[in-house]
């Protein structure tokens, strides 16, 4: 909210950044199995509240400190006595704010979740040992004291590629263009996609345990799976457009709870070799096999697809 203050607009949040929490839940069965669970966790809160005097008039009495912000986070993940999302977190922090303070009337709660897998140990998966993936879930809330919700999920850092079923033509030809047009290329991108669910309040969430993980992960298959096609004919790739267009596309037509999806797929180049020298002529001929990968620079190509009667 913007509030006029000796004809200036004034615009403020505050939060803490970067809060990192891991948190350990054990089960013991009956068969004597003792697994443990791990999340590790970065939390972004923001707060937008009621405390102008501490702008205008020195007066901090209205502020929620970030110290406090901090040690919430911690208080929270200790109370959570079963394992849960990101997502989950993100909303139980928005609706803890919104509510323990009068003057909070929006949080905003982003957490980029460490990818942290267990372990398989001779097949077998471990009972308490992990290794670091690769690409990260993200999750934001945006909750409103109304209890009114704005839930967004994402993915950072999925790097994909294939070494055929690409290419790119008919593009503009100038005299600038040096680039020739292919039908054999490797394609490679590492996609950051966000996706926004339809739930607009936290009661309508469905409140299967660990359900939104369960969403993040067949996302993640259903984008990996349209990028890639078939096993063993793959499909093809008329240009990075076309395949997010699908990928994109996919994911809007199999999740009827998002209602839109941004993706940033750069197109990561892995250039022809071909070397020649003057005295000894052709040393490499490229031959769709050695190739020089580089990611400086890149094509940057981003879009976001949403449902007509999206709330976007
Ligand atoms: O898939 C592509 N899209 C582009 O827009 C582009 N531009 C370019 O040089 N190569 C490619 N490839």
Redesign the pocket.
Known sequence: MAKELDGFKLEQRHGKARVRVGRVWRSSDQGGNRRHFLVEWKVNISLLSNCLPSYVRDDNSDIVATDTMKNTVYVKAKECQEQLSAEEFAILLGKHFTSFYPQVYTAIVKIVEKPWERVSVNGQPHEHGFKLGSEKHTAEAIVQKSGILQLTSGIEGLALLKTTQ?G?EG?IRDKYTA?PETRERM?ATEVTASWRYSYDSVSSIPKKPLYLNERYLNVKQVLAETFFGPPKSGVY???????LFQMAKAVLSRFTDISSIQLKMP?I?FLPVNLSSKDNGEIVKFNDDVYLPTDEPH?S?EASLSRFWSKM
């Open positions: 690409s790119f593009f680039l394609l790739s008329a240009s990075v457009q076309s395949t197109n180049h094509g190509i």
